[in-house]
C-alpha cells in the first residue's frame, strides 16, 4: 500500500515546532558556553596546580565519561529534589548538559594543553608570569587551535543529544516531533520534519562555531 503524506496537518502546529527550536537552541547556547567554560576550568585543574584538584577532576570526567546521558539527566532531575533542591525541567536539563559537555571538553582541552610546546611555558616562568597569567596567556589559545575542530564536534553531538531532554518534559524540538504526532498520528511527517531542522541546526551551529574559531580563535596567529 503506496504511503499517502500529509504534511499540512503538522504545519498546523507550527507554532510548537518554532517553540521546541528555539528551547533546543537556548538549551545549546547556554549549556555549550558553560560547559566549555567548565572544560577550561578542568583542563586546568588537570595540567596546573594545586595538585590535590587533578584527582578530583578525574574522578569526575570518568564519572560522566563513563554513564549513559539519559542517567546523568534522570539523576539530577529526580534525584536533587529528594535531598531538598528543587529545580525546573529546563534547569535540570542545562545542567545535565553542563556537566556532560564539561566532562568530554575537559579531556579534549587537556589534549591540547599538553601539546603546547614546553619552551613556551619555560620562558614565560622566566618573565616572572604567574601559573594563571601562563596558562591564560601562553597556553589557552594555542591549546584552543589545535582542538577547536574536535571541541567543536563535541558540542554538536551534545546538541543531538538533548533530545533527550524530552524525558523530562523539556519542551524542546523532539518534544515537539512527539507533541505532533500524538496529536495528528503523523509520525512520519512530524519526524521527518524534526529530523530536517535537527540537520540544519547542526550544520548552523558548525558554521558559527568555524565562525567564532576564525574570528576569535585562530585571528592572532593568522595576522
Known amino acids: 500500500m503506496a504511503y499517502q503524506f500529509e504534511f499540512l496537518s503538522t504545519f498546523d502546529y507550527s507554532g510548537v515546532l518554532v517553540k ?3 528551547t533546543t537552541v537556548e538549551l545549546i547556547a547556554v549549556g555549550g558556553v558553560l560547559g566549555v567554560a567548565v572544560g577550561i576550568f578542568g583542563a586546568w585543574a588537570r595540567t596546573q596546580e594545586p595538585r590535590w584538584l587533578r584527582p578530583v577532576v578525574s574522578a569526575y570526567v570518568e564519572l560522566i565519561r563513563n554513564t549513559p546521558f539519559l542517567i546523568q539527566l534522570f539523576f539530577i532531575f529526580f534525584g536533587l529534589p529528594s535531598i531538598g533542591v528543587q529545580i525546573t525541567e529546563m534547569q535540570a536539563a542545562i545542567l ?4 556532560n559537555l564539561g566532562a568530554y ?10 601539546a603546547v610546546a614546553r619552551g613556551q611555558i619555560e620562558a614565560a616562568l622566566s618573565l616572572s608570569m604567574t601559573r594563571v597569567q601562563i596558562f591564560r596567556h601562553i597556553i589557552l589559545r594555542p591549546a584552543l587551535q589545535k582542538i577547536w575542530p574536535a571541541l567543536s564536534s563535541q558540542i554538536v553531538i551534545v546538541m ?8 523530562i518534559a523539556v519542551e524542546e524540538l523532539s518534544f515537539a516531533a512527539n507533541f505532533i504526532q500524538g496529536r495528528n498520528f503523523r509520525a512520519f511527517e512530524a519526524y521527518l520534519i524534526a529530523t530536517a531542522i535537527y540537520l540544519l541546526l547542526a550544520i548552523l551551529l ?16 593568522s595576522t
Do not use: K, N, P
Open 20 to 22: 521546541g527550536v528555539l
Open 206 to 221: 558548525r558554521q558559527i562555531l568555524r565562525l567564532i574559531g576564525t574570528r576569535f580563535i585562530f585571528a592572532r596567529s
Open 96 to 99: 545535565a548538559m553542563v556537566i
Open 105 to 114: 571538553s575537559t579531556e579534549i582541552i587537556r589534549a591540547g594543553v599538553v
Open 160 to 167: 543531538l543529544g538533548s533530545a533527550v531532554c524530552s524525558q
